[in-house]
């Protein structure tokens, strides 16, 4: 069952796939509507929650961190006391490496302290502590994943990959922040699926698991193979103003999750591949999300943001 919000990047082409499936069911809602939250897990004797929702765009939380407060703390609370109150088996919480903050060398275990520095990473990190706050206090069954930056197909076109990849396909610029020498562990969605699945299934109540590659990439040669792969010139990349407090690096160590039998088995190159393979062959899903509510922010975001020598 998905209980979805369908906020700006929701969107129920992404469930296209199951609308024939009768093992699927959906419902429009809110993870911070506590009596439809209730009545949902009632009605459809819900037994485990796997909580994906939350406002997740950094460049986004930096004008407005409210909304990222409210569903990403606020939420969280709604959900684990429903867990809590109806006797839910487990409640698995998707979370993220940003919480760690920014890992100049080495990489986190699951153990370390939680230093988030945008609105986004300390909302989500507020979302982690409560749920293990709620463990110790109530026994509550939750699990915590933390993952790195997912790249494939649905991803909405703010996150850098699908909106560099889309942009270059129209011979649009490629803003790059700062001097491009970021790094990120860009995993394919796939393998953090099967991640979360099996965090879902062998997974310790109480614990923490990361997931990620375990292979940090520079944004710099993430765009260029990008335009690679698209046979586009590198001229189209555009060195921008940089993300305010931007993260230079973040990076895993998914040990943990590794000695329950899970390994990732798509390298950064044939995320990318597949990934640009997608969009190419699917512009009936992005096109019509590039107008709207994106063109707003598209504009708010880049259109006066300076252009770096
Ligand atoms: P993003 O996809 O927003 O994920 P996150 O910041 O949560 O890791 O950004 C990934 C990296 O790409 C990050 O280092 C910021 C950079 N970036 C750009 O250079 N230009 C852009 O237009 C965006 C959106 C991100």
Redesign the pocket.
């Known amino acids: 069952m998905v209980y979805d919000k369908l906020t700006y990047a929701g969107n129920l082409d992404n469930l296209r796939d199951l609308e024939d499936n009768p093992r699927h069911s959906f419902v429009r809602g809110d993870i911070c509507d506590m009596s439809l939250v209730d009545r949902v897990i009632q009605e459809e004797q819900i037994s485990t929650i796997l909580n994906f929702a939350a406002e997740?765009?950094?460049?986004r939380s930096i004008f407005e961190p409210g909304s990222f407060i409210q569903t990403d703390i606020y939420g969280t609370y709604v959900l684990l006391e429903a867990t809590k109150k109806f006797g839910l088996d487990r409640m698995i919480h998707i979370s993220t490496d940003?919480v760690y903050g920014e890992v100049m060398s080495g990489s986190s275990v699951e153990s370390d302290p939680l230093r988030p520095r945008s609105p986004?990473a300390a909302s989500k990190a507020g979302g982690d502590l409560i749920c293990l706050a709620y463990h110790t206090t109530y026994g509550t069954p939750v699990v915590i994943t933390r993952g790195s930056?997912s790249i494939g197909p649905y991803q909405y076109p703010?996150?850098?990959?699908p909106?560099f990849i889309t942009n270059a396909l129209d011979d649009l610029p490629l803003?790059?922040?700062?001097d491009?020498s970021?790094m990120?562990d860009y995993q394919y969605i796939i393998d953090h699926c099967e991640g979360i699945d099996t965090v879902l299934h062998q997974g310790k109540i109480g614990e923490i698991y990361n997931v990620g590659s375990g292979v940090e990439i520079r944004?710099i040669d993430m765009a260029k193979g990008i335009l690679r792969l698209l046979k586009k010139p590198e001229s189209l990349i555009q060195y921008?103003e940089d993300?305010p407090g931007?993260?230079r690096r973040?990076s895993l160590d998914t040990t943990k999750l590794q000695s329950l039998g899970w390994g990732s088995r798509h390298a950064f190159q044939e995320a990318l591949e597949k990934t640009v393979k997608w969009y190419t062959e699917n512009e009936w899903w992005w096109r019509k999300i590039k107008s709207g509510e994106y063109k707003e922010w598209y504009e708010r975001q880049?259109g006066k943001r300076k252009i770096l020598p």
């Open positions: 997740t765009h950094v460049d940003e986004y930056n703010e996150k850098v990959v909106l803003p790059l922040y700062g491009g970021q990120r944004n921008v993300r931007h993260d973040y880049y």
